[in-house]
C-alpha cells in the first residue's frame, strides 16, 4: 500500500486545515490507519487513529479539536484540525497497518506516506 499524505499549509492561531491521506489499493478499508506528527528535534508521536470500522483514538492535546475520519469508497482518510495552536506544528504522516488495534508507537506501522507540514503561526 503507497499512502499519499496532503493538505498542509501555514495557518494562523486558531485556524483549520484539513489533512487528507490517500492510499494506493482498496483493501486500505481493512487497514488500521493511523497520523503521527513529528516538530524538529522531536519524536515522533501518535495524534489520531482508526480502525477499519471506525472505532477512533487521540492523544489527549488533539481531543476536542482534531477529528480522524475515513472514506473507504475513496481509500482516503482524513484528519480535520481545528483551533490550531502553534505547538501543533509540526510534519504530519500518515500510516498503515494490517494487523492489531490503534497502536500509538510508530513501529507498529508497516507503511508510511511522505509528510505533510502544517505550520501555525502565533
Known amino acids: 500500500v503507497q499512502l499519499q499524505a496532503s493538505g498542509g499549509g501555514l495557518v494562523q492561531a486558531g485556524g483549520s486545515l484539513r489533512l487528507s491521506c490517500a492510499a494506493s489499493?482498496?483493501?486500505?478499508?481493512?487497514?488500521?490507519m493511523a497520523w503521527f506528527r513529528q516538530a524538529p528535534g522531536k519524536e515522533r508521536e501518535f495524534v489520531a487513529g482508526?480502525?477499519?470500522?471506525?472505532?477512533?483514538d487521540y492523544t489527549d492535546s488533539v481531543k476536542g479539536r482534531f477529528t480522524i475520519s475515513r472514506d473507504n469508497a475513496k481509500n482516503t482518510m482524513y484528519l480535520q484540525t481545528n483551533s490550531l495552536k502553534p505547538e501543533d506544528t509540526a510534519v504530519y504522516y500518515c500510516?498503515?497497518?494490517?494487523?492489531?488495534?490503534?497502536?500509538?508507537?510508530?513501529?507498529?506501522?508497516?507503511?508510511w506516506g511522505q509528510g505533510t507540514q502544517v505550520t501555525v503561526s502565533s
Open positions: 500510516a498503515a497497518t494490517q494487523y492489531g488495534s490503534i497502536w500509538l508507537i510508530p513501529q507498529k506501522y508497516d507503511y
Open positions: 489499493r482498496p483493501s486500505f478499508r481493512y487497514y488500521v
Open positions: 482508526i480502525t477499519w470500522n471506525g472505532v477512533t
